[in-house]
């Protein structure tokens, strides 16, 4: 069984986009994870400004993965796909977790990685900078701090009707500084990615290399 080592899994949906939840539904099928543990979340929708919608968004997950009192919440947006086998997501996602245990704040299963350190494992990144919020995991006594910044985030961009306003605000921008000071971690070859698809930040078909 796939994800095996997460309590709970949460993924961030709007209610328009029931093509993005069907496509989900079918990949965690595939990837044969146990549906007792996942969670649909309604995400916020602003057409007009999709990051401050983003960012609300994951606030409201990390919210949920607080009152369940998950040790491991698995957090995804929809439009999560695999390209490796089950058996490598156990084996990396088991390895992390009891290599690094107590000592982690936050760990992505994939994203863009700009700068990284090579830790003791050679398939662990230490994340200075990395973007993509598709899948990660936050240590329950992290959450504050992560919900923090992307409350800053939201307080700042508050007048902000427009996507454009708020472009630097993105969940992934807004969370560097984080990573820069605090316990991040990446597997280095991405177990989780992004499928290709319009953005409904942005408006716009994104194609994705990681």
Same mark, same amino acid.
């Given at each position: 069984?796939?994800?095996?080592?997460?309590?709970?899994?949460? =993924?961030?949906n709007? !209610?328009?986009?029931?093509?993005?939840?069907? /496509?989900?539904?079918?990949?965690?099928?595939?990837?044969?994870?146990?549906?007792?543990?996942? +969670?649909?979340? $309604?995400?916020v929708?602003?057409?007009?400004?999709?990051?401050?919608?983003?960012l609300?968004?994951?606030?409201? /997950?990390?919210?949920?993965?607080?009152?369940?009192?998950?040790?491991?919440?698995?957090?995804?947006?929809?439009?999560?796909?695999?390209?490796?086998?089950? /058996?490598?997501?156990?084996?990396?996602?088991?390895?992390?977790?009891?290599?690094? !245990?107590?000592?982690?704040d936050?760990y992505?299963?994939g994203?863009? =990685?700009?700068?990284?350190?090579? #830790?003791y494992v050679?398939?662990?990144?230490?994340l200075?900078?990395? +973007?993509?919020? +598709?899948a990660?995991?936050?240590?329950?006594? =992290?959450?504050?701090?992560?919900? !923090?910044c992307?409350?800053?985030?939201?307080?700042? #961009?508050? !007048?902000?009707?427009?996507?454009?306003?708020? /472009?630097?605000?993105?969940?992934?921008a807004?969370?560097?500084?984080? $990573?820069?000071?605090?316990?991040?971690?990446?597997?280095?070859?991405?177990?989780?990615?992004?499928?290709d698809?319009v953005?409904?930040?942005?408006?716009?078909?994104?194609? =994705?290399? +990681?």
């Open positions: 069984m796939s994800l095996s080592q997460f309590d709970g899994i949460v =993924y961030i709007l !209610d328009r986009r029931t093509d993005r939840k069907e /496509a989900l539904t079918k990949e965690l099928k595939r990837l044969k994870v146990d549906f007792s543990k996942v +969670h649909r979340l $309604q995400a929708d602003l057409p007009l400004n999709g990051v401050r919608g983003c609300l968004s994951h606030i409201k /997950a990390l919210d949920f993965v607080k009152s369940q009192g998950w040790k491991r919440g698995l957090i995804l947006e929809d439009d999560v796909t695999c390209y490796c086998s089950k /058996a490598k997501i156990e084996r990396e996602t088991k390895r992390f977790f009891v290599l690094f !245990d107590g000592v982690w936050v992505l299963l994203g863009a =990685y700009f700068e990284v350190y090579h #830790t050679e398939q662990v990144y230490r200075r900078i990395a +973007h993509r919020a +598709h990660y995991v936050v240590h329950p006594e =992290y959450i504050p701090a992560l919900r !923090d992307f409350q800053e985030a939201v307080d700042q #961009t508050r !007048d902000h009707l427009f996507l454009q306003q708020s /472009a630097g605000f993105a969940t992934d807004v969370w560097e500084k984080l $990573q820069q000071k605090d316990r991040w971690f990446g597997c280095k070859d991405r177990l989780l990615n992004q499928s698809g953005s409904d930040i942005e408006g716009i078909f994104k194609t =994705y290399r +990681h």
